[in-house]
């Protein structure tokens, strides 16, 4: 099994930067798909990055050229380096990973507590 711990999230204005970190532990995130999720106020959990253990990326539209997920398997963390943030971008970020890159939710078999990011005007 796998823990996995958020770290990263606070307030920023507008168009500012962030990046998140998960850092992990009792297993190695090379062996695993790792995703960040976000859920605002009021709406679905988003999957908004995805990384596999191949390294192979991809991004929801609503992420896309701001937003850049990576790994350091040495330091057995994920990232998610996030730019030009906007007010939507405002939510709980959760990593997860999981024995394969999940289409649904639910499938993913380990998460971690979430980290909150504020992005205001």
């Known amino acids: 099994q796998v823990q996995l711990m958020e770290s990263g999230g606070g307030s920023v204005q507008t168009g500012g930067s962030l990046r998140l970190s998960c850092d992990a532990s009792?297993?190695?995130?090379?062996?695993?798909?790792m995703a960040w999720f976000r859920q605002a106020p009021g709406q679905e959990r988003e999957q908004v990055a995805t990384i596999d253990s191949n390294g192979g990326t991809s991004y929801a539209d609503s992420v896309k050229g701001r937003f850049t997920v990576s790994k350091d398997n040495a330091e057995n963390t994920l990232y998610l380096q996030m730019r030009s943030l906007m007010a939507e971008d405002t939510a709980m970020y959760d990593c997860a990973a999981g024995h394969s890159c999940?289409?649904?939710?639910?499938?993913?078999?380990?998460w971690g507590q979430g980290t909150l990011v504020a992005v205001s005007s």
């Open positions: 009792g297993s190695t995130v090379s062996r695993y798909c």
């Open positions: 999940y289409n649904y939710q639910t499938s993913w078999e380990f």
